[in-house]
């Protein structure tokens, strides 16, 4: 039991199988979202004390350069990664309101709750992303209005249906609401 407790303080990951047992040391450092997964907005996630490491937005590993020069993120970097979930990251390092503003969505939907805004990719596994515009209905102490985007799924069709799905509801219900 001794042995147990010796391997716990001083080890990393742990994976047990019949014949083998691999074991890694403790990361040098860890960095994680409130959910649990990996992340860290400035430099790798995970390091080893040898230098390995590994970069994460919100438990999807990245290439380092998308971490460390977020500058290189443009409209055009993001339409060349094949990788969905790499895109997905990339849009939200640059923001959703700064790849709008630099072209790399189109408004599909605008009524009295927002805008909706979609980018379609075309190839193997074709894929979209989405977001819907909307104005704070509070106002700031200064008395203005913020605007938000909020990611929404590719495939809502109107701005109210995705303002409706942000509250986890169906596009009459929130009609309803109104």
């Not at 209905?137 to 799924?153: A, H, I, R, S």
Request: charged share 20%.
């Amino acid at each position: 039991m001794v042995a147990l407790w010796t391997l716990t303080n001083s080890a990393g990951w742990v994976l047990p199988y019949e014949r083998i047992c691999w074991l890694s040391e403790l990361p040098v450092f860890l960095s994680t979202d409130a959910t649990g997964r990996l992340h860290c907005k400035t430099e790798a996630a995970l390091r080893y004390s040898d230098g390995w490491s590994v970069y994460a937005w919100k438990g999807i590993a990245l290439p380092d350069w998308i971490v460390t020069r977020p500058e290189l993120v443009t409209v055009k970097s993001i339409d060349r990664q094949p990788n969905p979930w790499i895109r997905r990251c990339m849009i939200e390092i640059m923001t959703p309101e700064r790849y709008i503003a630099l072209g790399g969505a189109t408004c599909v939907s605008r009524d009295a709750t927002g805008k909706l805004w979609r980018r379609q990719w075309w190839g193997p596994g074709d894929d979209a992303w989405a977001a819907v515009e909307v104005v704070n209905g509070t106002p700031e102490p200064d008395g203005t209005y913020k605007k938000y985007f909020l990611q929404v799924p590719a495939n809502v069709r109107t701005a109210r249906e995705a303002v409706a799905w942000t509250y986890g509801l169906m596009d009459s219900q929130y009609a309803n609401l109104i």
